[in-house]
């Protein structure tokens, strides 16, 4: 019998520290909920469990920045509907005023809600937001520059690179030289009308040279002409107007369609004498005729057109399409020189390396559009392309229903001002219905990894309460076989008695 050491004593602490740590590590994952609260309990199941959880918590922001998407998609599309609306009236409008049966005076009141319509749109281009971000202005648009255009578009399927169109043949707009107001007043003998482009001009007895001259030059622009006088009194009629700060683009204004007519009536001598007050005549001045743009697609190598890519020209509006959606479109300046530089500074070259005269390089690229963090990790996003949707975008700016040919013109113009908006609706739509994918997608993923993670981390309380009965219940066993192991040593005090 020992009494110095108390091996029963020993080996029942043993045990029972054991069984306390055990006891302690069951009561840690039963009241956090987790078998994993220390590094040294599973050190790899730490790792991915850390990794799952950065990957959930970036999940489930990345869904809400999907759902922001979607948000400013709708945005976008429900502003897109009113344009669309709106475009529909101007063509219902266009189609009323294309009737002869309406007077210059109806058709001047139609071209009234025309021009309001026409700056409504401007005023939704400019004004619809989200987040104080302007959408429809252009500064979601894949950015594109050149020199030589304006008004340059290009759609979303157009690839980033350098693109060369050769100018070889300039548009041009239709003139007719009147002759040279001396400053005498109308006389009785002149005192008659005639017609410019069907829009007439009434000189009354005693008008000042200069009222004379208003009068044309207002019936003038009615018919889409404008009507100028030099320092001198020489008169110039040229096709096309500019109004409200509009630029004069049109195919009405520009090309082989840009007319002016000056038609007097046969039966009434005055008539001819009114129009011979400015040097006029019924069509025997032979007006110049307008001539359209013709250009050339070369490819450098950098942006390369495919051979079934075609152009196709209205007045100096070029529009280049090809397949898949590819599209580019722009505004030839008046004043193209005959050596055009790309945007360095450097005569532009084709593929073999040979420099191209009046060419125009137009560098597409790869920024500008709304970008959409959806995934979990870098660079998962999506893409969506805003294009404007100005009124000089849509070419409605100089939509002008006072004739005619100019009313005929402006339902195709609306025409295709409706097919862009839809095409861009279009587009949109198919962006939500991607992104509405995206965010199921990412709330299934978030759900499986929760599912993983929880594999590895979560408790089972069922078998962690086996494991903490037996731990706890072994516990007491201790304590008590510790309490008689200490009692032993005890015992050896009867043997000295």
């Known amino acids: 019998m020992l009494i110095n050491n108390n091996i029963s004593a020993v080996i029942a602490n043993k045990h029972l520290l054991r069984n306390e740590n055990s006891l302690t590590t069951s009561t840690e994952k039963l009241s956090s909920g987790y078998k994993i609260n220390h590094g040294y309990q599973n050190p790899s199941g730490l790792a991915i469990s850390n990794r799952m959880r950065a990957q959930i918590r970036a999940l489930d922001r990345a869904t809400d920045n999907t759902s922001d998407g979607i948000s400013v998609i709708q945005t ?31 058709r001047a009141q139609i071209q009234k809600e025309v021009a309001q319509l026409r700056d409504e749109v401007d005023r939704v281009s400019s004004s619809t937001e989200f987040n104080s971000m302007q959408l429809l202005n252009g500064d979601m648009q894949t950015k594109a520059y050149a020199d030589g255009v304006t008004r340059l578009s290009v759609s979303s399927a157009v690839d980033p690179g350098t693109y060369l169109i050769q100018i070889t043949q300039q548009a041009t707009k239709a003139t007719l030289d009147g002759g040279t107001l001396t400053g005498a007043a109308v006389t009785e003998d002149q005192a008659g009308s005639f017609t410019v482009n069907g829009q007439k001009v009434t000189l009354t007895k005693g008008m000042t040279y200069d009222e004379a001259f208003e009068e044309l030059k207002k019936a003038a622009q009615l018919g889409d002409v404008t009507a100028t006088k030099d320092t001198l009194g020489k008169i110039t009629l040229t096709s096309g107007i500019q109004t409200d700060d509009y630029d004069e683009v049109l195919g009405n204004a520009w090309g082989k369609d840009a007319k002016i007519e000056i038609a007097t009536d046969q039966k009434d001598k005055k008539s001819a004498a009114a129009a011979s007050y400015f040097g006029l005549s019924d069509n025997t001045s032979n007006p110049t005729a307008g001539t359209e743009a013709k250009v050339t697609l070369t490819n450098n190598g950098s942006g390369s057109f495919s051979s079934s890519a075609t152009a196709s020209v209205d007045g100096k509006k070029v529009t280049v399409t090809d397949n898949n959606g590819f599209e580019m479109s722009f505004l030839l300046d008046d004043d193209l020189t005959t050596a055009t530089k790309s945007t360095n500074g450097s005569t532009v070259k084709d593929v073999n390396g040979k420099d191209v005269t009046n060419a125009i390089a137009i560098k597409v690229t790869d920024i500008g559009k709304m970008t959409f963090h959806v ?27 006072n004739t005619f040919d100019s009313a005929s013109r402006a339902i195709t113009l609306a025409d ?36 993983a993670i929880s594999r590895i981390l979560d408790t089972d309380m069922a078998t962690e309460m086996v494991e903490f009965t037996k731990d706890n219940v072994l516990q007491q066993a201790g304590t008590s076989v510790l309490s008689q192991a200490n009692e032993l040593p005890q015992m050896a005090l009867q043997l000295l008695q």
């Open 76 to 106: 976008a599309d429900g502003a897109l509907n009113e344009v669309t609306s709106m475009l529909q009236r101007m063509r219902e409008l266009a189609v009323q005023a294309a009737n002869d049966t309406n007077t210059p005076e109806d």
């Open 375 to 401: 995934g979990a990790n870098k660079d998962q996003t999506i893409e969506v392309d805003i294009p404007s949707i100005s009124a000089k975008e849509l070419y409605l700016d100089q939509v002008n229903v």
């Open 416 to 451: 295709n001002a409706i097919t862009k908006i839809s095409s861009m609706r279009a587009d949109l739509g198919a962006a939500q219905n991607r992104l509405e994918h995206t965010y199921d997608s990412n709330n299934a993923t978030s759900e499986n990894v929760n599912d």
